[in-house]
């Protein structure tokens, strides 16, 4: 089955660290770039990190950058974004996605997991 | 930033209406332009990219046209399964992708 489930969510104070997971299943995994975007509650989508197909290439939103880090284990067929000095507004469903053209980078999202929620709250 | 406009904020319609969604980039994005459609409590899902390319499964009644800075979506016949909340998104400029904040299709 071709599919994106991601895992690690939960409450977290700021400050604190959180590290989300995305695994995949159903397609070749190590060709395609990967996305993180989130969705804060009852608001719009935000793009916040892609890693490359070959891991060579990394980009953030400016929001995050600095204190979020993207990665992937293609051996475990594993997305990561490590989430540190969490804010208040950060708090939102994160969902992990993969591009429609494997090989690219940049390119519209045709496949997304499930969310998973993060909340930083005192 | 390309900062992506969508209007109608809400748009009330029937069942077997047309319907028509637009989108304006502050800048232009040539055909780098995708459309989602997002129902409650789920991710979102592909309908359109290269601003008139149906995704793989999209019914016919979807359909995109556009470049440059104005985009549209068309639903031609509207099913009770498609009232939902459509945004579009750029992916020309980056590594800053934006989405628009959100066309609501509700049942008039």
């Known amino acids: 089955q071709v599919q994106l489930v991601e895992s690690g969510g939960g409450v977290v104070q700021p400050g604190r660290s959180l590290r989300l997971s995305c695994a995949a299943s159903?397609?070749?995994?190590?060709?395609?770039?990967l996305h993180w975007v989130r969705q804060s509650p009852g608001k719009g989508l935000e793009w916040v990190a892609v890693?490359?197909?070959?891991?060579?290439?990394?980009y953030y939103a400016d929001s995050v950058k600095g204190r979020f880090t993207i990665s992937r284990d293609d051996s475990k067929k594993t997305l990561y974004l490590q989430l540190n000095s969490l804010r208040v507004e950060d708090t939102a469903v994160y969902y992990c996605?993969?591009?429609?053209?494997?090989?690219?980078?940049?390119?519209?999202?045709?496949?997304w997991g499930q969310g998973t929620m993060v909340t930083v709250s005192s | 930033e390309i900062v992506m406009t969508q209007s109608p904020a809400t748009l009330s319609l029937s069942p077997g209406e047309r319907a028509t969604l637009s989108c304006r980039a502050s800048?232009?994005?040539?055909?780098?332009l995708a459309w989602y459609q997002q129902k409650p409590g789920l991710a979102p899902r592909l309908l359109i990219y290269?601003?008139?390319i149906r995704a793989t499964g999209i019914p016919a009644r979807f359909s995109g046209s556009g470049s440059g800075t104005e985009f549209t979506l068309t639903i031609s016949s509207l099913q009770s399964e498609d009232f939902a909340i459509y945004y579009c998104?750029?992916?020309?400029?980056?590594?800053?992708?934006?989405f628009g904040q959100g066309t609501k299709l509700e049942i008039k």
């Open positions: 996605t993969r591009v429609v053209v494997p090989g690219v980078i940049w390119d519209a999202f045709d496949m």
């Open positions: 159903g397609f070749t995994f190590r060709s395609y770039g």
């Open positions: 890693v490359s197909y070959d891991g060579d290439h990394k």
């Open positions: 800048q232009s994005v040539s055909t780098n």
């Open positions: 290269g601003a008139s």
């Open positions: 998104q750029q992916f020309n400029k980056w590594p800053m992708y934006t």
